[in-house]
Every structure is written in C-alpha cells, then in structure tokens.
C-alpha cells in the first residue's frame, strides 16, 4: 500500500528554495501556481514544469493499478519520484506499507521498485540484454540467472531474444525502447511499479496489444501500480482507479466508472470532454 | 649523409622517446580523469582547474621544461616527465569535463532511479558514456607529447630530439631528418591506435576495442624495448660511446677505479661541445672508465647537472660562469678571471676547474669581408665611427640579454639598428645572406673561415675573456684518475685547431662526424701513452 498524506513538494531551482515560495508554503493557499508566476517573473528561472504538489493525500492499495492524469505540468511526474525519493517531499509524508519512505535508504528502497521513465533512459553503451539485466545485476544476481530473466521479459514484450538481445537502444525503434524500458523495470521482480507514460510513443495497435500484456501481468505478479499518463482513455480502460490532478491538487479520484457517470468538478470535466466527444463522433458515424 | 649512423642510435631513442611519452601520458590520464570528474561535479571547480591547465598550455614547451629543472632541484628525466605530463593534462581534462557534463540527463535518471549508488553511476553509465570524448582527449594529448618530448633533449632527458638538437648544431641534415621521421612516425602510429580504439569505442564493436587496445598495448611495449631486439640495452645504445672513428691505440690495461662508476660527460649544443665531448670521453674510457654522454644540453641546464653530479665533467668558458654564474660585469683580464672563477667554483659548488684548453670561445663581431670593406672597418672602434646606428645585428638567443652586449655598446658608444636572434647555425647562413650586417661569431667557430667572414679587433676588450675550461663535478673532483686521464688536454688546443676541428665538423661539404674531428684533435694531444693510427689525420682537413 501506498500512501500519501498531506504531501508538499515545491520545486526549487539549483537546488535553492526560491523566498518567495518558501514564505508562502506554510499557508496552505491553493493557488499555487499564482506564486509560482510571481516567482517565475521575479527571478526568472522557475519553468512551467517546474510544478508542485500541493497538501496530496491519497492511498493506493496494494495489487491496484492507480492511473495518474492530469494537464501537462499538474505535477503527475513529480508524485512518482516521490514515491522512489528521487524527490523529497517539502512537508508530508509518503510511507510505503505503513513505513515512511524518507526513514528507508533511498538505493535499496528504489531498487524494489520498478521504475519506467517517460524518455525511455535506456543506457546506449549496453546492449537490450544488459539493459534489462541492470536491476537483477543491482540486486546481485548470478550471470546465468540475469541472462535468463532478460531473454524471457525480451520475449515477454515482444522482441524475441534470440534477435534482440545483442543489440544496442540507438537501434531501435521508440516503441522497442519503450518496451525495453518497461522490461527492465520489471526484471528485478518488483512489487511496486512506478510508470511514467509507458506506452506514450507506442502505435496504437501495439499499445492496445502491449497495455492488455502490462494487465495481466500486473494481475499475475500482484503488482502495485502508479501509471502516469496523458491518455485519459488508457487510464479509464487500464486502471482500476484514476487520479486526476490539477495544478498540484488532487481533483478527483475515483474508479473508471464513477468518473463517467457522476457530475465532475471543471477541471475533470474538461479532461474527460474530450474522449467523450470522439466517441460521439464514432457513434454518429456508425449511424 | 651518414644515415647508417644515424639509424643505428636511433631504437635508444626511439624507446626513450617512446618511454616517457607513455609515461608522461599515463600519469596526465591518471590525474586529470578523476580531477575532470570532479570537475564536472562542481562548476566553480571546473573555471579554476580549466584556467590553471590552460595557463599552462601558454606557456612554450621549451620554457616549461626548462621551468621544472630549478622547480625540482634535478635534472633529465624528472623535470621531463613533469613538464609533459602538465602539459598533456589541459586536453584529458577538458574532455573529461566535457564528456560527463554531456551525458544524457535521462539516462542519468534512469540510473538514479534504478536504485545505482553514486559510484556505480559513475564507473557503469557516466565513465563509460564519455569515453569516446575522453579518449579523443588522450589522443590529442599523446600527439602533443610526442611533439613535445623532443624538447627534453636540453634538459638531459634523452629523446628523438637529440638527433634533432644535434643535427641542427652540426648541420647534419641526415640527423634532423631521422630525428623528425621518427617522432612523426611514432606520433602517426599512436595517433591511429587510439583512433581505432575510439572508433571501435563509438560503434560499440568490443572485439575490435580489444584488437585495437592489444595492438596500441604491443606498439608501446615494443617501443620501449627497441634496443632490446636490436641487441643492445638501452644504457649501451643511448651512451653510444664507442667512437665510430677511434683515436686509435688500443685500450689500455689499466684496471678501472670501480667506485665511480659510470662517467657522464656532458656537452652543450653545438659543434665545439660536441667535438670536446668525444675527446674528453675518449680520453677517459681509454684510461678504464665507463663513460656515458649527455649532449645537447641547454646551456642554463648543463652546470646545474654537474653541480648535483648529473653530469661529471663538461667544457665551460670562464667569461659564461663569470656573467652568468657569478653575476659579475666588470673586465678583467684572462689569467686574474680564471683563478677567480676557480676559487669560486670550489668554494660556492665544489667544482673543480681541471684548467684551460688552451683556446678561447669568445664573443666577437664579425661581417662579411666586401661589406667590411666597403665601410673601411676593422675594428669596433672603427664600426662605432662609421654610424653604426642603422646597422643589423644577428647574435643568438642569449647575447641581447647579457652583460657583454652593454658594455660593447657602452665601451664604443655603438647602438643598432635591429637586433635578430638566431640559432647560431642560422646566424652565420644569415649575414653571409645579407639579411643582417654583422654578427656575434664565436672566435673558435669554424663557420668564420668557411663563410668569408672578419672578425673585428677589440681594441678595448669590451669582450670579457672566454677560455675553455674544462670542469668536474663535486663526485670527481678528488679523483686523481680522472685529473689524470683529463690533463693532457690542457693547453693542448689552439685556437686554430679548435676552429678547424670545428670547421670539419660544421661544413656543407666533406663532413666529418664529431667522433672524426675528436679522432684529429686527438692527434695534437701529447700523452705519455702512445697515439698511433689516428684516421682522418691532419691531411684530411685540407
């Protein structure tokens, strides 16, 4: 089980607080990014990303698939890092089975946990092989144990080993890399995935195809999932539940079914807008 | 052209060139990897360590080689490698720098959140993500070194520059030319096997990394084994001792003084030197003793090496040590500055003044002949009067900067118009061309008679002395076999002779090698041991 509670997390440029944002933390005003555009025009040097979360509480039970959606910058990356201590949380705690990730050591506590990166991350100097052997490697397994595990997670998603194995990310296509990184998360056999868009540069077939294998294995393996996404139909069809953030706010959470049905608060609503006027065009088309 | 000669030194040099290359780059790799690490860490680490390495890189390799020898208190292959090994820094460093900053941010993400400790980040992503940059780096610098380690022959450090140094000095093109091939060739050589390596690097083909690394690791170990394979070690090789020409007379029986060990006798970088080097270790190897040469020693550098017994014995000039040592000005007649700058040898160094040669290597000025006339001077007096003011002076690196050229100016109210300075085999090529009007000509250079030259009296003796003198170091001073094998030599060289032997020496035509020269002084030398058999006597001079 994941959990957040009242999380806190500001953004600070060279590692500095800006003053600005610090004096106003303490207030719990929502209006973040009010401050942030002040702080962004005094100082210049806070980018739109450069988002924060602001008071987060939130729980993800354990074997759920929680999808993450929101606007670019509502700060969907940032709670992921959170949960590894890529990033530390400003106020608020995040635990993890009821233990506060910030009392774990953070090398240990992330290679529990699998890690799928927007921008693939994968390493160029080693080959698919090695790259997914990373983790087991990290871990201490043996040579024969790492080799073996790599070619079933290559298999797994699709790039038969045997054609794979050997060669380098640079000769891949996006699609592959992204299923590369999605096998390296797995390989170490964790019990938490953190995913940030992992089928974001996937053709549509091979998404629909690769996010159906990601269910059942989450469902198999019991896996815990944080999945971040920009694709409001992926969450709604994959997850089990959704978070939609908004400017560092938790706006809504609820299952797939309920967030369709029920009256939405503006931000939601404009989110699921537009899926559901596409499926009405669909409709009227069939007509 | 005697290439033969000149090939048969060459695998000693090749390996000691080759040696402290490898060993000078090593080391920058070894302390501008990490350094550039950190560096790369910390910003404002990076604008000082970057600025230091490129202040150095400003400074000319020559002064910086001749930095390190005062700076470390030694002499030869220490200040060597320290100079090269500074200087090869700035290029790791950078690319260093270079290469880690420039890592992909995602990957490093990746790495981070992976659950990698800092340091399998570094040694498993970073490190191997900029070696390719790095390794340009080193290859540039490994090139560089390789240039810059002929620089090493002044200081006293062996190196395919000693062909070159001494090549220029006594007009043997054969030597400059094996001296530059070969530095070239070993450059090109290091420069495609890192290259390989890097390309192998970048396309990621490991069986082609480790050929080009096993290929790179065999041309560097083969290298400074050379005189191994060729047959002879490289103490043998590099001391190359054994006179092409003999003095003749075989070795004599006298059982060797075994404490002393091996003699360094040492030369400065010209015709002279090089020619009284071989006499001098003649002279002591028929009397028993091991003897090693260090030539083409700059001259800032050569009484350093025998005051800390480098070298053993070299031949200096009373007017060098009495300006530049002693740092004394006034004139004084030739017999009172000898015994004073005996004195002081041995009471400030502990160096032994053996005594004179016989002949003086004194400043002069000297012109061509037609363009003497044409002025009507033939002394400096005389040059003073005829408006010496727009005249050109060539002289060499050292004369615009010593005592002698004030008091000349003082002494007959002389100035020039344009003072150039010029490797002295340049000099005397250069107001034989016209290019300037007169000249600072050594007196004993045979290059005075071979080019049509006067030289100008000195009425005034606006010139201090300049006798030969032969000096041994503090180690020998009190070695009386040494005196012994040595004193037969003083007073025994004119000023003619000299001039001749170095004549022979320098010329364009009918070259003699130095061991050839040696051979004919040789012949003047009066011993109590029989001299028979001397080739290249006297008439091959003629």
């Known amino acids: 089980m994941i959990r957040f509670d009242h999380v806190r997390h500001r953004y600070a440029a060279h590692g500095v607080v800006p003053r600005a944002a610090r004096s106003s933390s303490g207030h719990g005003n929502g209006h973040v990014n009010a401050d942030l555009g002040r702080d962004a025009a005094g100082r210049g040097d806070v980018a739109l990303d450069d988002i924060v979360l602001d008071d987060v509480s939130f729980e993800v039970a354990t074997g759920e698939l929680l999808a993450v959606i929101g606007a670019s910058g509502a700060g969907k990356t940032t709670l992921l890092k959170l949960v ?141 999932t944080v999945l971040v996404t920009h694709d409001v139909v992926e969450a709604l069809l994959l997850a089990d539940r959704v978070l939609v953030l908004h400017e560092g706010n938790v706006a809504q959470l609820a299952a797939p079914r309920a967030l369709i049905a029920e009256q939405q608060p503006p931000a939601v609503a404009r989110l699921l807008e537009v899926p559901r006027r596409q499926l009405e065009r669909l409709e009227a088309l069939r007509r | 052209m005697d290439l033969s000669r000149e090939l048969s030194e060459l695998p000693a040099l090749w390996s000691a060139h080759a040696s402290i290359t490898a060993l000078a780059a090593g080391i920058a790799v070894l302390t501008s990897v990490p350094l550039g690490v950190l560096a790369a860490r ?45 200087y090869a820094m700035l290029p790791i460093l950078r690319n260093t720098v270079e290469g880690i900053v420039g890592v992909d941010p995602a990957v490093l993400e990746a790495a981070d959140g992976m659950g990698m400790t800092p340091r399998q980040r570094l040694l498993e992503v970073e490190l191997p993500l900029a070696l390719p940059v790095i390794l340009a780096g080193i290859r540039t610098a490994v090139v560089w070194t390789v240039g810059m380690a002929t620089l090493s022959t002044p200081v006293g450090q062996p190196s395919l520059g000693s062909f070159i140094f001494a090549g220029l000095q006594t007009r043997n093109s054969a030597a400059v030319l094996v001296g530059c091939a070969a530095a070239a060739l070993l450059a090109i050589a290091l420069d495609v096997g890192l290259g390989a390596l890097q390309a192998s690097l970048a396309r990621r083909e490991r069986r082609r990394w480790s050929i080009a690394g096993a290929a790179l690791t065999l041309l560097i170990l083969a290298s400074v084994f050379a005189p191994l394979a060729v047959g002879g070690g490289p103490e043998r090789a590099i001391a190359a001792s054994k006179p092409a020409v003999g003095a003749g007379g075989t070795p004599s029986a006298r059982p060797a003084p075994a404490p002393l060990g091996t003699l360094h006798v040492g030369a400065k970088t010209f015709a002279e030197q090089y020619v009284l080097a071989r006499l001098i270790s003649d002279r002591l190897e028929r009397s028993g003793f091991a003897v090693e040469r260090r030539e083409s020693l700059g001259s800032n550098v050569v009484f350093d090496a025998l005051r800390q017994g480098d070298i053993d014995v070299y031949v200096e000039y009373t007017g060098t040590i009495w300006s530049s040592y002693m740092k004394r000005d ?117 290059r005075i008679d071979e080019r049509g030259l006067v030289v100008l009296s000195d009425p005034k003796r606006a010139f201090p002395p300049y006798d030969a003198v032969l000096l041994l170091s503090p180690r020998v001073a009190d070695e009386p076999e040494v005196a012994r094998a040595l004193e037969p030599l003083l007073g025994a060289l004119t000023v003619d002779r000299m001039r001749q032997a170095n004549q022979m020496v320098d010329r364009e035509q009918d070259k003699r090698t130095p061991e050839q020269a040696a051979a004919w002084l040789a012949g003047f030398v009066r011993d109590r041991e029989p001299t028979v058999g001397v080739n290249g006597g006297s008439e091959a001079v003629k």
């Open chain 1, 84 to 224: 590894n201590r890529l990033l530390e949380p400003t106020s608020g705690q995040v635990s993890i089975d009821g233990q506060d990730v910030a009392r774990r050591e953070p090398i240990a506590l992330r290679r529990s946990i699998g890690y799928v990166f927007q921008r693939f991350g994968l390493f160029p100097h080693l080959t698919l092989a090695e790259n997914v052997g990373v983790g087991p490697k990290l871990m201490g397994w043996r040579a024969a144990e790492i080799a073996a595990r790599s070619d079933e997670l290559l298999d797994l998603l699709g790039l038969p080993s045997e054609v794979f194995r050997r060669r380098f990310p640079q000769a891949l296509s996006g699609g592959q890399q992204q299923r590369v990184g999605l096998a390296r998360a797995l390989a170490a056999r964790p019990r938490i995935m953190l995913m940030d868009e992992p089928f974001g540069s996937l053709d549509l077939a091979t998404r629909d195809q690769l996010q159906q294998v990601y269910r059942r294995l989450h469902e198999q393996l019991g896996l815990t």
């Open chain 2, 42 to 86: 910390r910003p404002r680490l990076r604008a000082g360590v970057l600025g230091m390495a490129g202040v150095v890189q400003t400074i000319p390799g020559l002064a910086l080689l001749a930095l390190m020898v005062p700076l470390l208190g030694a002499f030869g292959f220490w200040p060597a490698l320290l100079a090269l090994a500074l």
């Open chain 2, 330 to 446: 006034e004139p004084v007649s030739s017999w009172r500055m000898l015994s004073l700058v005996s004195a002081w040898l041995a009471q400030t160094h502990g160096v032994r003044l053996l005594g004179a040669l016989g002949f003086e290597n004194a400043y002069c000025l000297a012109m061509r002949r037609d363009r003497a006339r044409a002025l009507g001077v033939t002394s400096l007096a005389e040059l003073a009067a005829s408006g010496g003011a727009g005249l050109a002076l060539g002289t060499d690196y050292e004369f615009p900067k010593r005592a002698e050229r004030a008091r000349l100016e003082a002494t007959y109210a002389l100035s020039f118009g344009r003072v150039v300075s010029y490797d002295p085999s340049f000099m005397y090529a250069a107001v034989e061309q016209r290019e300037v009007d007169v000249i600072t000509a050594f007196s004993s250079d045979g």
